[in-house]
């Protein structure tokens, strides 16, 4: 049995990680049975961050490497149509959202108001008085450090959020009235787009980054589209 160790669902997402919401998406896009197991932390993960997954006692850490090692082992029911033209640009787009636009969503939900507010709430407020208070400020200070380290948190707000806003804009235009990132079918790319989309589209966090992908009316029919195929009503 494949158990998925991810955060306790936020937002009203099945996710409000967008790795984690990728790597369940994957599971669910490929028709393999799985198991939710929900962690609070990510301290006891293999690498200190979710998600991972164990797979009767193998387990891989990374939603990339663990997809890798689930078509390694059940098989590529999404993507073994691509050329290889097709599965570099795929790899192209995905690089896009996991490696550049992910820190500008790290910034809009960790840094930026009114985004914080909500983070703060919805994942530290059902903690006890004193852990409530000091938790979301450790946690914060990490993010900050992270996205220092990475570089985004160096540039200023409006640098910030227009990077945002471009990637937004080129995923929308790549997307066009197809109903797949990669055309008329799916692949595991829509795991990754539905999951980062959704996360800015769909969270009670107005930013001009939500602002970006609310200009783009093909992103939000996308995240319905990606919804209904692959979720029940009211799960995601
Ligand atoms: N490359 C990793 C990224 C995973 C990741 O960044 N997870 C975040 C949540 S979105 C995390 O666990 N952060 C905890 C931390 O950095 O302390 C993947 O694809 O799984």
């Known amino acids: 049995m494949i158990r998925l160790y991810q955060f306790l669902p936020a937002f009203g997402l ?30 006891k993960a293999p690498k200190g961050k979710l998600p991972y997954i164990d797979d009767d006692g193998c387990t891989v850490a990374d939603s990339g490497l663990a997809i890798d090692y689930l078509k390694g082992k059940y098989g590529d029911f999404l993507d073994a149509w691509m050329s290889p033209q097709e599965a570099a640009v795929a790899l192209a787009w995905r690089r896009l959202m996991e490696e550049n636009l992910y820190w500008v969503l790290l910034y809009s939900r960790w840094i930026d108001e009114p985004g914080w507010s909500a983070t703060r709430a919805a994942f530290f407020g059902g903690l006890p008085p004193l852990v409530r208070d000091l938790a979301p400020r450790y946690v914060r200070s990490i993010m900050k ?17 227009e990077i945002g806003r471009r990637d937004i804009a080129a995923v929308a235009g790549f997307l066009g009235e197809k109903s797949y990132l990669m055309g008329e079918r799916p692949s595991t790319l829509d795991a990754t787009a539905y999951a980062f989309v959704a996360n800015i589209l769909w969270v009670p966090q107005e930013s001009p980054l939500q602002g970006a992908a609310k200009g783009h009316p093909n992103l939000e029919a996308y995240c319905r589209r990606m919804r209904e195929n692959y979720y029940t009503a009211g799960e995601g």
Not at 18 to 36: D, I, S
Not at 145 to 157: D, F, I, V
């Open 14 to 43: 099945p996710n409000a990680s967008p790795f984690c919401m990728k790597l369940e998406t994957y599971l669910r896009m490929a028709g393999l049975p799985y198991e939710n197991v929900y962690l609070a932390t990510p301290l």
């Open 145 to 161: 450090k992270e996205l220092w380290g990475h570089g985004m948190g160096r540039h200023r707000r409006g640098d910030i959020y």
